[in-house]
C-alpha cells in the first residue's frame, strides 16, 4: 500500500547524478516508446488518476528529463525513476542522440536500480525499438518485467491474441508480463504486488 508520493527531482544532462534523496534507496526504472503511456503508467500505479504527478501528452517526446519520483510504501520507501521514451523519429537527432546518452549513462551505472519495467504497446506488440531496448536490458543483466499497455483499446479477442503473439516475440514467460490500462486501472495491482516482490524481497 502506497501512502505517500513526491517528485524528488530529475536528471537533465550527461554527468548529473540522481538526486540526493534517491541514493542508496532502491530504484525501478520504466523503459519504453515515446507515448507507449510510461508516465500514465506511473500515475496510476501511484493513485494518480485525477491529478497527475508525472505529466502526460497525447504528442510523443513529453518527457524530457529522468524523473525521480519517491514512493513511501507500506513495506518502505523507494522510487519510480520515469525515463524519456525512445523512437520519436521526429525529434532532432541530435536531441535523441544526447537522450541515449544521458539514459545509458543512467542505467550502465545501476547503482540502485533493482529492475526495469519494459512496456510494449498491446496493439502493436514490440517493434524493432522495443527489441533494442530488450537486448541492451538484458546486456546489463537488469532484471525485466513487461507492461502491455493501452489494453482498453482492443477488443477481448484481440487482446489474447496480441498477447500471445508479443510474448512470443520476446521469448519471455508469459508470467513476466502483464496487461495493462491507465485508463481503466487493469494490471495495476498484479504490477504493484510484482514491484513489491523485487524491491522488498
Ligand atoms: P513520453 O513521455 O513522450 O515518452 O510518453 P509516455 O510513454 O510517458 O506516454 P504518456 O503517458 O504521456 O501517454 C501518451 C498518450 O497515451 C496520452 O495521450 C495518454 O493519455 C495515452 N495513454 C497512456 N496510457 C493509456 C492507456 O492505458 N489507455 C489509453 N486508452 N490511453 C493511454
Ligand atoms: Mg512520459
Redesign the pocket.
Known amino acids: 500500500r502506497i501512502k505517500s508520493v513526491e517528485f524528488a527531482g530529475a536528471i537533465g544532462q550527461l554527468g548529473q547524478q540522481a538526486p540526493e534523496s534517491a541514493r542508496g534507496m532502491p530504484q525501478v526504472a520504466f523503459s519504453?516508446r515515446?507515448?507507449?503511456?510510461?508516465?500514465?503508467?506511473i500515475n496510476r500505479l501511484l493513485g494518480r488518476t485525477r491529478t497527475a504527478i508525472a505529466r502526460?501528452?497525447?504528442s510523443?517526446?513529453?518527457?524530457q528529463e529522468i524523473n525521480f519520483y519517491r514512493v513511501r510504501a507500506d513495506l518502505g520507501d523507494f522510487f519510480l525513476v520515469d525515463l524519456?521514451?525512445y523512437g520519436?523519429a521526429k525529434a532532432p537527432l541530435a536531441l535523441q542522440k544526447k537522450w541515449e546518452s544521458v539514459i545509458a549513462e543512467f542505467l550502465t551505472a545501476k547503482t540502485d536500480l533493482v529492475g526495469m519495467v519494459q512496456l510494449i504497446d498491446l496493439r502493436t506488440g514490440p517493434t524493432a525499438d522495443d527489441l533494442r531496448s530488450v537486448d541492451y536490458l538484458a546486456q546489463l543483466e537488469i532484471p525485466v518485467l513487461f507492461a502491455f499497455?493501452?489494453?482498453?483499446?482492443l477488443s477481448l479477442m484481440k487482446r489474447q491474441e496480441q498477447f500471445r503473439s508479443a510474448v512470443q516475440k520476446l521469448g519471455i514467460d508469459p508470467d513476466q508480463a502483464i496487461p495493462?490500462?491507465?485508463?481503466n486501472g487493469e494490471g495495476t495491482q498484479q504490477l504493484l504486488d510484482t514491484l513489491g516482490e523485487l524491491l522488498f524481497p
Open positions: 519504453g515515446s507515448n507507449v503511456g510510461k508516465s500514465s503508467l502526460v501528452s497525447q510523443p517526446g513529453k518527457t524519456p521514451g520519436y499497455t493501452k489494453s482498453d483499446k495493462f490500462s491507465a485508463l
